[in-house]
């Protein structure tokens, strides 16, 4: 199973729609998602605060911002 970090923080509408779509795509691919919220940890803000949502797999940056279900199944895909 591949593990998915995905960087978040609370009442971030582009968060909740990253959310759906990594659910879509693990109903294709099997991942855990690590859902990690940015603000309890000033260094994840700082590194992430004006990207989020991010979604990280095996140290590679995936998709950040707007996340869509197909660049982010497409690039999961290469890890499988």
């Given at each position: 199973?591949?593990?998915?970090?995905?960087?978040?923080?609370?009442?971030?509408?582009?968060?909740?729609?990253?959310?759906?779509?990594?659910?879509?795509?693990?109903?294709?691919?099997?991942?855990?998602?690590?859902?990690?919220?940015?603000?309890?940890?000033?260094?994840?803000?700082?590194?992430?605060?004006?990207?989020?949502?991010?979604?990280?797999?095996?140290?590679?940056?995936?998709?950040?911002?707007?996340?869509?279900?197909?660049?982010l199944r497409n690039r999961l895909q290469e890890?499988?």
């Amino acid at each position: 199973m591949m593990e998915v970090f995905f960087y978040t923080r609370k009442k971030c509408p582009l968060c909740e729609e990253a959310k759906l779509n990594l659910q879509l795509v693990s109903e294709d691919i099997e991942i855990k998602i690590h859902e990690i919220d940015i603000e309890t940890d000033d260094q994840l803000i700082e590194e992430y605060g004006l990207m989020i949502p991010v979604v990280k797999c095996q140290g590679n940056l995936i998709q950040y911002g707007q996340v869509d279900y197909v660049t982010l199944r497409n690039r999961l895909q290469e890890f499988v």
